[in-house]
C-alpha cells in the first residue's frame, strides 16, 4: 500500500541521517586535527547520504542553506554567513588549509544533529517521495552536470551517484504500485536507472568514490 511505501521510505531516511553523522564526522574530525589530505579524502563519503536525501532533507527548514548552500548565495568567499560543507571545500582545495575550519567543522556536525532529530517529526507524504525522486534525476541532469557543485574538488560524480541512487531508493518503495498501473513506464523507468548506473560504472574507483569531474571529456 501507499502508506506502507512511505512508513518504509521515512524509516530508510532516519537510517540514512545516523549514517550521515557518523560519515561526516570522519570528514569534521580531520578537519578539527588539522589534517588537510584526510579530510579531503573524507569530503565525498560525508555527503553521499545527504545527497541520497536531500529533497527529504530539504522539509528541514535552513538546513539545506546552511550545510550545502554555494558561494554564489553570498557576498563573497569571506562572507561568515557561508557555512557548511562547501566552504570547507574551499579552504580544503583553494587554500588547502583547515584554518578558520575548526567552527565551521563544529557548526556542520550541530546541524546535522539538528536535521537528525527534526526528521523524526516530520511529515512525508506520498507527493513528497514522488518529487523529490524526481528533482534528484532533475537536479543532476539540469545543474550539476556542469560541475558547478564541487568546482574546488571535483568530486561531483560521487554527488550524482547518490543523487540517482537516492532517487531509484525512493523509487524502489512505490515501484510494485507503479508497475500495477502502468507496466510499460516501470520497465522504462528501470531501464532509466540502469543506463545511468552504466554510464558511471567506468569512472568508479571504489564503492561512491569516483575519478575527478575534471577529468572526463
Do not use: C
Not at 528541514?60 to 566552504?87: C, E, L, M, Q, Y
Not at 551517484?161 to 502502468?182: H, M, T
Request: aromatic share 10%; no cysteine.
Amino acid at each position: 500500500t501507499v502508506t506502507k511505501a512511505v512508513n518504509d521510505y521515512k524509516a530508510w531516511v532516519q537510517t540514512q541521517v545516523a549514517g550521515l553523522r557518523t560519515d561526516a564526522k570522519k570528514f569534521t574530525d580531520a578537519v578539527r586535527a588539522g589534517d588537510v589530505a584526510e579530510a579531503k579524502e573524507q569530503f565525498a563519503p560525508s555527503r553521499y547520504k545527504w545527497e541520497m536525501i536531500e529533497p527529504i532533507a530539504g522539509l528541514v527548514p535552513d538546513i539545506d542553506g546552511a550545510v550545502d548552500a554555494r558561494v554564489d548565495d553570498f557576498a563573497s568567499v569571506n562572507d561568515p554567513k557561508w557555512t557548511g560543507w562547501h566552504k570547507l571545500e574551499y579552504l580544503l582545495w583553494v587554500k588547502n588549509t583547515t584554518s578558520g575550519g575548526a567552527a565551521l567543522a563544529d557548526k556542520l556536525d550541530k546541524d546535522l544533529a539538528t536535521l537528525q532529530t527534526k526528521m523524526k517529526s516530520v511529515e512525508i507524504t506520498p507527493k513528497a517521495v514522488a518529487l523529490g525522486a524526481g528533482e534528484l534525476i532533475e537536479e543532476v541532469s539540469e545543474g550539476k552536470i556542469n560541475g558547478e557543485e564541487d568546482r574546488y574538488s571535483h568530486t561531483d560524480l560521487s554527488d550524482f551517484d547518490a543523487n540517482q541512487l537516492g532517487a531509484k531508493q525512493a523509487y524502489g518503495y512505490f515501484r510494485p504500485i507503479v508497475e500495477k498501473k502502468d507496466k510499460a513506464l516501470a520497465t522504462a523507468i528501470d531501464q532509466g536507472f540502469a543506463n545511468v548506473d552504466e554510464s558511471l560504472e567506468p569512472y568508479e574507483v571504489s564503492e561512491g568514490v569516483f575519478k575527478p569531474f575534471s577529468t572526463l571529456t
